[in-house]
């Protein structure tokens, strides 16, 4: 290739990935927020969505300080019509959605005997109806251009069982199963879908939820004897988000300091 078509190559490629727009779920804090911030710091218009909208647009903000351009929006990935009305916002405004980043989930640990069937409930809604729903609208949007990334945010409890998380562990396992069906039949659009399972990672939310007993347990497991970071997490979305990843489809990615294929790491 002649030098002025590589550059000319590489410009069309910086213009495509500047007028992307990519809606991260759950985006205002954590994980979600480290997704936005390197989707914005790749060029594309993000859109912060979450269920706190003041502590969305308050973290849209901060993208919009570091020179990013970022929006925030309402959404509540538990309520089909809020899902709805989120994405004829996007619709109506932007008119085009090129990056889905399923990220908003929660999870309680209950024995199994135990396990309270409302919260069963409620998690399938959020962590595998969400975004379920959300995908299709987003492919809806990423039909009409011919190009599209999906990535949803798995878990290694959704590939080895963990204790206490019967719902959590079978919406990821599940959201594992949705995200391979959506990259066969989405893919002759132009579309890929890929998983993203994170292990432990440090966050305020882990901090407050992981007790000495569950740290410590992670801890001896991990080959590398320490809790991922949020940005470990973002900087493989930002990965599978990209032009660079196009032959990508299907696959779940763990990221987890090999967790998942350490056995006895000690003798």
């Known amino acids: 290739m002649e030098s002025s078509d590589f550059l000319l190559t590489n410009l069309k490629k910086e213009t495509a990935v500047k007028q992307r727009i990519a809606l991260v779920t759950g985006a205002a804090l954590g994980i979600g927020a480290a997704i936005a911030r390197k989707l914005a710091s790749d060029g594309c218009t993000v859109l912060v969505a979450d269920i706190n909208m003041e502590a969305a647009e308050q973290h849209a903000a901060s993208i919009r300080e570091e020179g990013g351009k970022a929006w925030a929006m309402h959404m509540d990935v538990g309520s089909g019509p809020a899902i709805d009305a989120a994405f004829r916002q996007i619709d109506e405004r932007f008119g085009r959605c090129d990056v889905l980043i399923n990220n908003a989930g929660i999870a309680k640990t209950y ?25 299709q609208h987003a492919a809806r949007l990423m039909k009409k251009r011919g190009w599209g990334r999906i990535v949803n945010l798995t ?45 432990p990672v440090d966050t305020p939310l882990t901090r407050a939820t992981h007790s000495e007993a569950t740290r410590s347990n992670y801890l001896r497991a991990i080959p590398g004897a320490r809790y991922g970071t949020p ?11 990209s032009e660079a990843a196009g032959y990508i489809n299907g696959h779940i990615l763990p990221v987890d300091g090999g967790f998942m294929a350490a056995g006895l790491i000690e003798i």
Request: aromatic share 6%; net charge negative; glycine share 10%.
């Open 111 to 135: 024995a199994f005997l135990d396990y309270p069937i409302d919260h069963w409930e409620l998690v399938m809604k959020i962590n595998l109806t969400g975004p379920l729903l959300c995908s």
């Open 155 to 199: 878990s290694i409890s959704g590939m080895r069982a963990s204790a206490g998380r019967t719902a959590y562990g079978t919406s990821k396992a599940a959201l594992i199963g949705l995200t391979r069906q959506m990259a066969i039949e989405l893919a002759p659009l132009g579309i890929t879908a890929n998983g993203v399972s994170p292990g």
């Open 231 to 241: 940005e470990e997490i973002a900087a493989a979305v930002s990965f599978l988000a």
